[in-house]
T-cell receptor
Framework: KQEVTQIPAALSVPEGENLVLNCSFT??????LQWFRQDPGKGLTSLLL?????REQTSGRLNASLDKSSGRSTLYIAASQPGDSATYLC???????????FGTGTRLKVLA | KAGVTQTPRYLIKTRGQQVTLSCSPI?????VSWYQQTPGQGLQFLFE???????NKGNFPGRFSGRQFSNSRSEMNVSTLELGDSALYLC?????????????FGPGTRLLVL
């Protein structure tokens, strides 16, 4: 059974810092991994999607890496801003299925 | 292009009642997935529909059901509501539900069961 864990559960940093969010999964047989952002009381916004054959994806100040063999992904946020404050979720799609298994999330607060 | 829309946005029901939630996917998207989000359990997959057929189902009791119409709009129904059904219900759409596709989420329906 696939389980997805995110560390840390919460993070508070001053504006301008570079930071790393971690995601680990127990079954390496995944199709892809997505990182999402969720603002309080809102739906999810997809940030980056990494196919199982890829090692990383970049979008602006965000960079996500994937190491299937070790069951890990990291989301790197450069030069953090108060507007980055949100909960960040990673999710994996498991082989042969169309459902996503979500991690527990990291609640990020960037202080001005 | 309009995003995923969900109605209603907020709902208050009492135990034992039933509820129907609606999701309209992005135009051209044929796959709709439903998720339940609670503080204790996080985001959990309910089911996924494609071309009016349920392709996958999560580990939820039979009180949770859904359907998809020919225009790809989807509804989910929860019968005999329990207090533990209080949650944010999110739907997501994609073109075909393929694992290589980005899922686009709606704003959710927040259900409170009293």
């Amino acid at each position: 059974k696939q389980e997805v864990t995110q560390i840390p559960a919460a993070l508070s940093v001053p504006e301008g810092e570079n930071l790393v969010l971690n995601c680990s999964f127990t079954d390496s047989a995944i199709y892809n991994l997505q990182w999402f952002r969720q603002d309080p009381g809102k739906g999810l916004t997809s940030l980056l999607l990494i196919q199982s054959s890829q090692r990383e994806q970049t979008s602006g100040r965000l960079n996500a890496s994937l190491d299937k063999s070790s069951g890990r992904s990291t989301l790197y946020i450069a030069a953090s801003q108060p507007g980055d404050s949100a909960t960040y979720l990673c999710a994996v799609s498991t082989s042969g299925t169309y459902k996503y298994i979500f991690g527990t999330g990291t609640r990020l607060k960037v202080l001005a | 292009k309009a995003g995923v829309t969900q109605t209603p946005r907020y709902l208050i029901k009492t135990r034992g009642q039933q509820v129907t939630l609606s999701c309209s996917p992005i135009s051209g998207h044929r796959s709709v997935s439903w998720y339940q989000q609670t503080p204790g359990q996080g985001l959990q997959f309910l089911f996924e529909y494609f071309s009016e057929t349920q392709r996958n189902k999560g580990n939820f009791p039979g009180r949770f059901s859904g359907r998809q119409f020919s225009n790809s709009r989807s509804e989910m129904n929860v019968s005999t509501l329990e207090l533990g059904d209080s949650a944010l219900y999110l739907c997501a759409s994609s073109y075909s539900g393929g694992a290589q596709e980005t899922q686009y989420f709606g704003p959710g329906t927040r259900l409170l069961v009293l």
